[in-house]
């Protein structure tokens, strides 16, 4: 069984760019959630999808958003890239909704540096 | 309120020595308390995880230790191994406004040989 699949792995943007992440869940999950780790802030939540619909957003500004397709696949984007966007995303697959009813798989990871 | 804080920061310990990694929350919302183990260019994988309905858990060589009263729970790897360094978190979540797994800032374990 194929596990999270996160594109690209290494990308490098400047600052005012624009980013997009993909992340294709484990086959059958419906809940897709994205992280940001830093060496500074560590793991932090930026929002959870399930069934397309947004359940649960972290404290990140409106220049973080994300959507959910029909089979599950997920983006999320980063507009006008600054210098502290620059982290790994994570991006973390479950069968059902919310991290406390089940396992939570996560991918690789984006590693995104802003110049 | 949200916060998880996890001690230490970084750890180093002979093979066969059993390392602890101590968390403490403030949240009594949480309800769900799980360790993810982080191998360099890899995602966080989940280790073992624990609610508190009862105060230890063991999986393999590693054992959880949960005190609600005293809101800390804690990661024991018994006859550590080499193969066991990587970067530990301990994590969080609840109901309500603490769906969202809350992660500690990790704890770095090198295990010598």
């Known amino acids: 069984k194929a596990g999270v699949t996160q594109t690209p792995r290494y990308l490098i943007k400047t600052r005012g760019q624009q980013v997009t992440l993909s992340c294709s869940p484990i086959?059958?999950?419906?809940?897709v959630s994205w992280y940001q780790q830093t060496p500074g802030q560590g793991l932090q939540f930026l929002f959870e999808?399930?069934?397309?619909?947004?359940?649960n957003k972290g404290n990140f500004p409106g220049r973080f958003s994300g959507r959910q397709f029909s089979n599950s696949r997920s983006e999320m984007n980063v507009s006008t890239l600054e210098l502290g966007d620059s982290a790994l995303y994570l991006c973390?697959?479950?069968?059902?909704?919310?991290?406390?009813?089940?396992?939570?798989?996560f991918g690789e990871g984006s590693r995104l540096t802003v110049l | 309120q949200q916060q998880v804080k996890q001690s230490p920061q970084s750890l180093i310990v002979q093979k066969g020595g059993i390392p602890i990694i101590n968390c403490a929350y403030e949240?009594?919302?949480?309800?769900?308390f799980p360790w993810y183990q982080q191998f360099p260019g890899k995602g966080p994988a989940l280790l073992i995880a624990?609610?508190?309905?009862?105060s230890e858990k063991k999986e393999g060589r590693f054992t959880i230790s949960f005190n609600k009263s005293a809101k800390q729970f804690s990661l024991h790897i018994m006859d550590s191994q080499p193969g066991d360094s990587a970067t530990y978190f301990c994590?969080?979540?609840?109901?309500?406004?603490?769906?969202?797994?809350?992660f500690g800032s990790g704890t770095q374990l090198t295990v010598l040989p």
């Open positions: 086959s059958g999950h419906r809940s």
């Open positions: 949240n009594t919302a949480f309800d769900y």
């Open positions: 999808y399930f069934s397309e619909t947004q359940r």
């Open positions: 994590a969080a979540s609840g109901s309500g406004s603490a769906r969202q797994l809350t």
């Open positions: 973390a697959s479950s069968f059902i909704a919310g991290p406390n009813t089940g396992e939570l798989f």
């Open positions: 624990i609610r508190p309905d009862v």
